[in-house]
């Protein structure tokens, strides 16, 4: 049998912004955050509070989500919001699209890509791996695997703030 999908009550708005990690999400994120006075979702920081990681990739040196759990808990947080919220995770798009008004997924040169993740002090094997998820475009089809209905943003020349909230503005999603 098939749940019913969460719907929004609350009449909120969500953006979620995805990506590959060294795409600029987390800078569009905030920047947009504070532009629209939206509460700002650090995803890996609801990870951390409400325990949803399940193991550890040694070989890859990353954690492990349980993203059904990890979509349970940003439902929860979106329906309990009282103000509009900018979700900022390459996971984000685990939250059902009945509960979102707009899917960013960012994205960057390749050159841009590794240079990026070289200054945060990336090894070399996991800036292949991202390099290969920008590639084959992971995020954005993942998110439209699980409906969401993805804009492009591209980050290599920096961000535009006013080009995203104009278009954001267009979704009826602008500053209160």
């Known amino acids: 049998m098939r749940r019913a999908r969460a719907r929004k009550t609350n009449h909120v708005k969500v953006v979620i912004v995805t990506g590959t990690p060294g795409t600029g999400k987390t800078t569009l994120s905030k920047r947009l955050a504070k532009a629209l006075s939206f509460e700002y979702v ?16 040694w070989k890859r040196k990353v954690i492990i989500v349980d993203e059904t759990k990890l979509a349970r808990s940003l439902t929860k947080r979106v329906l309990a919001a009282t103000r509009g919220m900018v979700i900022d995770s390459h996971l984000s798009h685990y939250l059902s699209p009945s509960l979102t008004d707009a899917c960013l997924v960012t994205t960057c040169g390749l050159k841009t890509l ?26 954005a089809q993942e998110a439209r695997e699980l409906g969401h209905k993805p804009v492009m943003v591209d980050t290599t020349k920096g961000i535009a703030l006013a080009a995203v909230t104009c278009l954001l503005k267009k979704k009826g999603i602008k500053k209160k």
């Open 114 to 139: 590794a240079r990026r993740l070289k200054k945060k002090g990336y090894a070399a094997a996991k800036v292949g791996e991202n390099i290969q998820a920008e590639i084959f475009d992971t995020c």
């Open 42 to 57: 650090d995803v890996n920081q609801v990870i951390k509070e409400d325990q949803l990681r399940s193991g550890y990739d």
